[in-house]
């Protein structure tokens, strides 16, 4: 399980907060492994780990301490490593309070989890690859630079300027351009990477040294009467990178170009927006390091906190699918 670092830093109302609580009470960092007991109990973290069969040996660690400490009644010092085995940090005494899961959701609680979108938003995800040399996707999915996945919700007053667009198109045999935050919504989240290279520089700590976006919409013929088929075409070139001011802080230093072409289509049906699907393709530049020590030389699972060096320069390909959200 991944658990949003925000709510590990402010834990919410309820039985999860009080294990979000708990989690946070011994955590060395940030960020990290944590394993837990059934009660709640923190059995251990790592940060690290000296090589790839150190991962295996931490879980067969876990395991036996958990037959030691399985239930409330034994008292549970949460370990801690900096690397697993080789760097042990101190204990955290063990807080003397184990918490109890019911198997649903007091009806006075809110799930933290649960997801509240506006009936009528669009909601749906982007799948990005990148390929090898032959033109076919990258295997070892695992890597952050071959694979990624992430949601994309457009709410419906970004939907209504897509739709005035289409309604203001007089003539329909010729094309619009599709309004800048609809656009936005659909390209800037597709790269490759971890999220702090968001090549649109709109983060904290990044800049954009280029930002064009230009997506325009023609309307198809179609034999439904109630429907509308619009279909997208273009192009986007993004460019962004570390803000050079906060580089040496921390030392890390990242720069990312990405240049797709879009092709797709936007589903119209009784004045309503029910489906986009889009594909992007395109020649994309990757570059994390650290200043100090450029690409790692250690194994991976050293330095899990901080990622891998990555240097990717290759095609890469996306795809995107949403659909109109309806509460049940």
Known sequence: ??????????????????????????????????????????????????????????????????????????????????????????????????????????????????????????????????????????????????????????PRAVQREFLR???????????????????????????????????????PRSVSTKFKIALSGEIVETDESNVTLVRIDGDSDLRGQKDPRFVEQDGWNWSHDVALDWYGFVRIENEQITEVVLTAKGNERLVWEHTKFKMWTEPDPQNMMAGHGIDFNGRSIYGIRLQRYMAK
């Open 165 to 203: 667009a289409v309604d203001h198109t007089m003539d329909k045999s010729r094309s619009f351009t599709v309004p800048k935050a609809f656009a936005d919504a659909l390209v800037t989240p597709s790269y490759l990477g971890q999220l702090d290279v968001a090549p649109a520089g709109r983060l």
């Open 1 to 154: 399980m991944a658990l949003k670092a925000a709510m590990v830093d402010s834990p919410p109302e309820g039985i999860e907060g009080k294990l979000l609580a708990e989690i946070a009470r011994s955590r060395p960092a940030p960020q990290g492994i944590c394993t837990v007991n059934s009660k709640c109990k923190v059995l251990a973290w790592s940060l690290g780990f000296e090589n790839k069969q150190s991962i295996l040996e931490f879980l067969d660690h876990v395991s036996a301490r958990f037959q030691l400490v399985r239930d409330a009644t034994s008292d549970v010092a949460a370990e801690r490593y900096q690397r697993f085995p080789t760097m042990k940090l101190p204990d955290v005494p063990d807080s003397n309070v184990a918490i109890e899961f019911p198997n649903k959701h007091d009806p006075s609680e809110k799930c933290p989890l649960s997801v509240e979108m506006e009936e009528g938003t669009l909601d749906g995800r982007v799948i990005g690859r990148a390929l090898d040399e032959d033109g076919e996707p990258r295997t070892r999915t695992e890597l952050q630079e071959n694979y990624m996945e992430a949601r994309i919700q457009i």
